[in-house]
């Protein structure tokens, strides 16, 4: 076999050991992992008023942290939570400007209640944790089958659908030049172009957009070169009505984190729940969110975008997630950088989204096929339909609101309520004869037995 197939043939199967690529080529695929996780970082803080050198510093640093504990196995970027928001801005709702009466001012005096909530909501990983490594991962995995599991990853991708193409609709053009390039690259292309598609495809839509004259440098005169991050500006402070209102928030997102680790797992084919083990990348989740909340930052989770960065890529070295990782943490100290990043027309953002979230989807149908969830058991359906239902339903009216008295309300987004009637069901419904661990002859791959 000549050197070029030998390359392609090593591209298909994947890579896990990017050094053989050489240190150039590492960093390239990290900064392409920088690029996926960038857009939706950010946003968090730019909605909720939180400083977004603080939220990149927390993200770079949470994710090695996470690696570290981890044994630095699992190739997981760990970015801002979207669950989080709704909770955040009921502690901290923005307020309101005189001039426009809109209501685009950062509720500065609130927000590190809301950061104090976030760092508790870490601390119910940390007890997660602990119960699995007590009681053992398969008596709590009873309650995570691929039957659970499945329908959520692919909830997690359907329910980032509509973000998708609302950016699309900013600018068609730019999005379908995005996805085109995207496709080309991962379907025909070789060697490194195959494993840059989503690089690619924001360098490639990027100049059609310098050239329809769709980008706006205004922030990016404006913006300093170097700058410290202000970490620490919005430290956690703690009230019990925040704590409250925000903590519940995590037993649903701890549920999308055994989703997430499940869609990694059968994404590389390495079972990552039994290797590192559960307990400890919950562990490393939660202690992220944490020190992300003490310093001043929304919560993080392991990030779907860079999930199907590795699809695309197949590359699943997580030194290439740790460079990521680095470069988020140097972003922090460049606002001129973020803001050039910023001038990426959000038409590529809804193209480059567009099949990233489509990955996702299509990787939690992978899961639930891959280990044989039998959908001719009525029991396996009815979980399944609740799951999906749930998820998308109540995402589409904003969740559901629980009232405890005048001055608290809880609020659960669609994917929380949906991972909690999961759960319970499955919990509930006779004929629960999952078995965790209890793997084929591929060795670490996902392939449970349900």
Not at 55 to 63: D, K
Not at 247 to 260: F, K, R
Request: net charge neutral; glycine share 10%; aromatic share 8%.
């Amino acid at each position: 076999m000549s050197q070029p197939q030998k390359a392609q043939a090593s591209v298909e199967q994947g890579i896990y050991d990017a050094r053989t690529l050489g240190v150039p080529k590492m960093l390239i695929l990290g900064l392409q992992h920088t690029f996926a996780m960038f857009g939706a970082t950010v946003l968090v803080p730019f909605l909720t008023g939180l400083s977004v050198p603080t939220t990149l510093f927390c993200a770079g640093i949470g994710t090695l942290l996470f690696h570290l504990i981890a044994k630095g196995k699992v190739p997981a970027f760990l970015g801002s939570s979207f669950a989080f928001l709704g909770g955040i801005l009921l502690v901290a709702p923005k307020l309101v400007d005189p001039a426009t009466g809109e209501a685009t001012l950062a509720n500065t005096e609130m927000l590190p209640y809301a950061c104090g909530g976030i760092m508790i909501s870490g601390l119910v990983y940390v007890v997660m944790s602990i119960l699995i490594s007590v009681f053992g991962i398969q008596k709590v995995m009873r309650f995570f089958p691929p039957v659970v599991t499945g329908p959520i990853i692919i909830a997690i991708g359907l329910i980032l659908a509509p973000s998708a193409i609302q950016n699309c609709q900013s600018n068609w053009v730019l999005a379908l030049v995005a996805l085109a390039i995207v496709v080309a690259c991962n379907i025909w292309g070789k060697g490194m172009i195959k494993i840059l598609p989503i690089l690619l495809g924001v360098i490639g839509s990027y100049i059609v957009a310098l050239l329809m004259g769709a980008v706006d440098f205004t922030s990016v005169q404006e913006a300093k070169a170097i700058a410290f991050p202000v970490v620490g500006s919005q430290m956690a402070k703690f009230s019990l009505s925040a704590c409250l209102t925000i903590v519940p928030i995590s037993l649903a997102t701890m549920m999308e984190h055994i989703g997430d680790v499940a869609a990694i797992s059968a994404t590389t084919g390495k079972n990552f729940i039994r290797d590192p083990g559960l307990n400890r990348t919950l562990l490393g989740d939660g202690l992220a969110t944490s020190l992300a909340g003490f310093l001043g930052g929304p919560a993080n989770t392991t990030y779907g975008e860079n999930t199907g960065v590795l699809a695309l890529s197949r590359v699943y070295d997580p030194r290439v997630v740790r460079i990521a990782a680095c470069f988020a943490i140097i972003l922090s100290f460049s606002p001129k950088f973020g803001a050039i990043v910023n001038t990426v027309p959000a038409g590529i953002i809804g193209g480059i989204s567009f099949i990233l979230y489509g990955m996702i989807s299509a990787i939690g149908v992978r899961n639930v096929v891959e280990n044989q969830v039998d959908f001719t058991n009525s029991r396996n359906l009815i979980i399944a339909a609740v799951i999906l239902v749930s998820a998308l339903g109540f995402n589409s009216i904003g969740g559901l609101s629980i009232v405890i008295n005048p001055e608290l309300t809880i609020n659960l987004s669609g994917l929380a309520i949906a991972a909690i009637l999961g759960i319970l069901l499955n919990a509930v419904l006779p004929g629960n004869d999952y078995q965790f661990d209890k793997v084929s002859n591929t060795g670490d791959s996902m392939n449970f037995q349900v």
